[in-house]
């Protein structure tokens, strides 16, 4: 994210946040700006290869791409009026299962554990992408 991002995206930065700045928010997607911001320890597990915290950069990393026009992002529709692929976390983390666990990668290998390893994801988002991927009957 920090090597071949910014080639690609001139004005793209990944910010570390203090625990102090971010309290209980991972991580944050400024797409006007170009911005990630990664809590530290975040970041810090995002580098030492923690699933949890890379799939938190790639969930970013979906906001930054998908949502460019944050009022067509989030709907005046409540969030329980909302389809699922309507909802920006939804889609968010969508991105991030699919950034993360390609689909060739899921149907080779079809079992959470060894997408684990493989992918550097938790069980549940291998858990998750596999359901997502078996349901849309793509493996
Ligand atoms: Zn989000």
């Known amino acids: 994210m920090e090597k ?5 995206w001139e004005g793209f930065s ?16 400024f797409p006007e700006k170009g911005e990630i911001w990664l809590r530290e320890d975040v970041y810090e597990g995002y580098l030492a290869g923690q ?15 998908l949502h460019n026009n944050i009022g067509m992002a989030r709907s005046i529709k409540s969030p329980t009026e909302l389809k699922p ?4 976390e939804w889609q968010a983390n969508t991105f991030a299962g699919a950034l993360l666990i390609p689909v060739e990668t899921a149907r080779r290998l079809g ?3 060894d997408l684990v390893d493989a992918c550097g994801v938790s069980f549940d988002a291998a858990r998750v992408r596999l359901a997502q991927l078996r349901r849309n009957r793509k493996i």
């Open 85 to 88: 692929y309507e909802n920006s």
């Open 51 to 65: 699933g949890r915290d890379r799939f938190t950069a790639a969930h970013e990393l979906g906001h930054l791409l």
């Open 4 to 8: 071949i991002i910014p080639s690609l």
């Open 111 to 113: 079992n959470e554990v």
């Open 14 to 29: 990944l910010v570390v946040g203090e625990m102090g700045e971010m309290g209980s928010a991972h991580g944050l997607a």
